[in-house]
DNA sequence: AAGCACATCAACCGCCAGGCG
DNA sequence: TCGCCTGGCGGTTGATGTGCT
């Protein structure tokens, strides 16, 4: 036997959310606030599955997103704490209040990636994508990292062998514990 | 105007970790 | 301690939009 369903998939919508479900949900949420979603699809009158509801309310419904364009500040944010965190969207997300994991992500593989590599990095391992330059360091935040540098007095000698990320990223708060985006 | 290719992003899928009985 | 259930995460898909020929 293998696992059963998040829910049972033959009476639940799929695809795009309409607006009368967007409201179902927006109303139970305000009502019962966020939580065992397994069962809001039932109380709130929806035929989708827990996860669904979920990822709409966490993606797209949430009062406190902040929809529109990404930043210059937030996009460099986000090579920064890549190039530190990896793939863990969740995690980079917690740093960009009003942002979600599927939308950095989204932004990471559509724009993010290629600005990366029109610039000659990895995007993955941050690393120049042309073999001759064997600089083996992290190099997605060279330029600014340079200048940072020049600000603080910090030599080049000193950065080489410096592998603390605190150091190498002083204004990124790598403080990872849980709270809600609006107290960061 | 039509057809095609490419870009974007909302939503789904499957896996995993943690809580709980 | 074990197994089930649920929430959460990252990867991927597919519908829709946009630009180009």
């Given at each position: 036997m293998g696992r059963s369903p998040?829910?049972?998939?033959?009476h639940n919508n799929k695809g795009a959310w309409t607006k009368e479900e967007d409201e179902r949900l927006i109303k139970h949420i305000k009502q019962h606030?966020?939580?065992?979603w397994r069962s809001l699809p039932k109380a709130a009158g929806l035929l989708r599955c827990g996860k669904s509801c979920r990822l709409r309310w966490i993606n797209y419904?949430?009062?406190d997103l902040k929809r529109g364009n990404f930043t210059e500040e937030e996009d460099e944010l986000i090579i920064n704490l890549h190039s530190l965190l990896g793939n863990k969207w969740s995690l980079i997300a917690a740093r960009?209040?009003?942002?979600t994991d599927n939308e950095i992500k989204n932004y990471w593989n559509t724009h993010v990636k290629r600005k990366l590599i029109s610039r000659?990095?990895?995007?993955?391992?941050?690393?120049?994508?042309?073999?001759?330059?064997?600089?083996?360091?992290?190099?997605?935040m060279q330029t600014d990292d340079i200048a940072m540098r020049n600000d603080i007095g910090f030599k080049v000698e000193e950065y080489s062998n410096c592998s603390s990320v605190e150091f190498l990223h002083?204004?990124?708060?790598?403080?990872?514990s849980i709270r809600p985006p609006h107290l960061y």
């Open positions: 998040c829910c049972e998939k033959e606030g966020e939580g065992c419904l949430r009062p960009l209040p009003g942002r000659g990095i990895d995007p993955q391992t941050h690393r120049c994508l042309n073999p001759s330059n064997k600089s083996p360091r992290n190099v997605s002083p204004q990124i708060n790598l403080d990872l």
